[in-house]
């Protein structure tokens, strides 16, 4: 049973230096040749398991921050704004799904030992864990204020893989005389299995988790959606800095003007049959 608020990734950015056409690269507001830390919690996992060969790849999702200007004394968000999500396995930063799972996309995957200059996986779990197997010891830890993870596993058959995503229960729904619970949470990650190369996959969708049983769970995946062409008026002006101020305004790349973020809205479910464990540790200190 992880515990998740204890624990973190850190990293040590490359170093700085300036992109030949915008001046604030990546958002970052330093000096060439600095590099600047990042720590975050981990707020969920998931677990790929061949069944073939009993190898497992494990995945994490980072918690979010808005994008930002790093690191700034003023004017400090970025306007137009988007969501900074780091999804990583233990050996790549992978791609977070921007369109629903029915369509290909490219997405960006890189090497952590090669993107950052240092980094650090600090996974903590919990003692004297218990597995709660009914919908009334369900209720009676949580109205114990007990913590409580989630592990729901779900197979793909014809890949061969067994996907395990683990969860804290952040928000459950109770019927206690009837026994019945609704753990409704997130957010988690669910691996694209089509892009799966025997040992990493691609990209991850970010998504909430649901259930109601140990034998089912439905997932509602995030995508990118256009805003309307006035709406995009004030959605994509800047406010103070711009993140793709030009250099040298009469100098642009071949891709000028680069997209602006879109919104996101879960839209996409999907609904699986599935071994759903939910574990207890005693909320102490």
């Known amino acids: 049973m992880i515990n998740f608020p204890r624990s973190t990734f850190?990293?040590?950015?490359?170093?700085?230096?300036?992109?030949?056409?915008?001046?604030?690269?990546?958002?970052?507001?330093?000096?060439?040749?600095?590099?600047?830390?990042?720590?975050?919690?981990?707020?969920?996992?998931?677990?790929?398991?061949?069944?073939?060969?009993?190898?497992?790849?494990?995945?994490?999702?980072?918690?979010?921050?808005?994008?930002?200007?790093?690191?700034?004394?003023?004017?400090?968000?970025?306007?137009?704004?988007?969501?900074?999500?780091?999804?990583?396995?233990?050996?790549?930063?992978?791609?977070?799904?921007?369109?629903?799972?029915?369509?290909?996309?490219?997405?960006?995957?890189?090497?952590?030992?090669?993107?950052?200059?240092?980094?650090?996986?600090?996974?903590?779990?919990?003692?004297?864990?218990?597995?709660?197997?009914?919908?009334r010891q369900i209720a009676a830890a949580t109205l114990n204020n007990d913590l409580l993870n989630a592990i729901s596993t779900y197979r793909d058959a014809g890949r061969g893989l067994t996907v395990s995503v683990e969860y804290p229960v952040n928000l459950i729904n109770l019927n206690v005389p009837d026994g019945e619970f609704q753990i409704c949470t997130g957010p988690v990650i669910v691996p694209d299995l089509a892009t799966w190369?025997?040992?990493?996959?691609?990209?991850?969708?970010?998504?909430?988790?649901?259930?109601?049983?140990f034998d089912h769970v439905e997932f509602i995946l995030q995508r990118e959606v256009a805003a309307t062409p006035e709406e995009r008026v004030w959605l994509d002006q800047p406010r103070g800095r711009d993140r793709y101020e030009l250099l040298d305004p009469n100098k642009r790349p071949p891709t000028y003007p680069p997209p602006r973020p879109k919104p996101t809205v879960y839209n996409e479910i999907w609904e699986l049959a599935a071994t759903n464990v939910v574990l207890r540790a005693e909320n102490i200190g």
Do not use: M
Request: hydrophobic share 35%; charged share 25%; proline share 6%.
């Open 197 to 213: 190369d025997g040992s990493e996959v691609k990209r991850v969708f970010l998504a909430h988790v649901a259930i109601t049983a």
């Open 10 to 135: 850190t990293w040590k950015s490359n170093p700085w230096y300036p992109d030949p056409y915008y001046r604030y690269t990546g958002g970052f507001v330093g000096q060439p040749g600095q590099s600047y830390h990042v720590r975050f919690n981990i707020e969920a996992s998931c677990t790929i398991q061949d069944e073939a060969t009993g190898q497992r790849t494990e995945l994490f999702v980072s918690a979010p921050c808005r994008t930002e200007y790093t690191i700034a004394k003023r004017n400090l968000f970025q306007v137009p704004s988007g969501e900074f999500r780091f999804p990583f396995s233990r050996r790549c930063r992978l791609g977070l799904a921007k369109r629903p799972s029915t369509e290909q996309e490219e997405v960006s995957v890189a090497l952590l030992s090669e993107s950052l200059a240092e980094h650090r996986i600090d996974l903590r779990s919990f003692a004297n864990v218990t597995e709660l197997t009914d919908a």
